[in-house]
């Protein structure tokens, strides 16, 4: 059985179960408030580098912004993807969700904290955000489905 499978099979499953997506102790709620801190923690700091000097306007548009697409992370969940093999249904999945990300957090940054901002230069901030939270959620869920292996 194939990695993808066995997070299709598994992993998958049990979260819709539990409607959780925990990364600190798997399926209990206060895992995904922990985890979802460490990400507007993370974002910010990409915030405050590229964009903003302010740490208390980084971590609020940090904040705002990933709470909207939180809730997107509940529609990604949703999507039916029965006709492609599962390998690249998850790969495909990801890279959907990396993109809507992207484009929505640019929207919130732009509309709501930075006006004056070219659009070019929020693109480049929210990609580099996402890019960082993705790699830190798919490099936690590995390390959860190796431990499970062992």
Request: hydrophobic residues 65%; negative net charge.
């Amino acid at each position: 059985m194939t990695l993808s499978q066995h997070v299709f099979n598994g992993l998958i499953p049990l979260l819709f179960e539990e409607f959780s997506l925990d990364l600190v102790d798997p399926f209990l709620v206060p895992g995904v408030v922990v985890f979802e801190a460490i990400v507007v923690l993370i974002e910010a700091v990409v915030i405050f580098f590229l964009l903003e000097r302010s740490l208390g306007k980084a971590l609020l548009a940090s904040l705002i912004a990933n709470l909207v697409t939180g809730g997107l992370s509940v529609i990604y969940l949703l999507f039916s993807w029965e006709a492609l093999s599962t390998y690249t249904r998850l790969e495909l999945m990801l890279v959907v969700a990396v993109l809507v990300n992207i484009v929505v957090e640019t929207g919130v940054l732009k509309i709501l904290f930075f006006k004056a901002t070219k659009l070019r230069r929020l693109i480049i901030v929210s990609a580099v955000m996402n890019l960082a939270s993705y790699a830190i959620v798919i490099l936690y869920f590995l390390y959860l489905f190796l431990a499970q292996l062992a």
